[in-house]
């Protein structure tokens, strides 16, 4: 598989429902999920079988030139356990940057199963995933 977007995040964009700078954008590390590109909620992807192992808001995002970037995520402390083969990123929090949506209204952005670390066996340290460093970082619009 490679990194991509998913269909309802893209449309999310278009039409300012999810914001990439001033929203809460969350990254987990994920284990047993099939990508599915019409997925929209992150209960889309809980309910196909998603288990996430660990979360982290993203820091220091950026949008040059329609590439979206990130500080490197680092998932603390995460607990031993099978392989993480993948990551979800999505919007926790309304578009103005208030306060976290209900689960069933986090909506998914991009699915990566390609980034410096991953697939990953967690062993109860800490995990820092690098993104690309070509013109791409997390993904581009």
Known sequence: MA?????????????????????????????????????????????????????????????????????????????AGAACTSMLIYQSSAPAGGADLATSAQRLIGYIDNALNLPVTPNGGDITVGWATGTDKIFTL
């Open 3 to 79: 990194n991509t977007l998913f269909d309802p995040g893209r449309e999310g964009f278009l039409l300012a429902e999810i914001a990439w700078g001033t929203g809460t954008i969350k990254c987990s590390l994920v284990r047993s999920y099939t990508l599915t590109a019409s997925h929209k909620f992150l209960t889309d992807a809980t309910g196909a079988g998603a288990s996430l192992v660990a979360t982290v808001t993203l820091g220091t995002k950026t949008g040059t030139s329609g590439h979206a970037n990130a500080a490197n995520p680092t998932f603390t402390a995460v607990g």
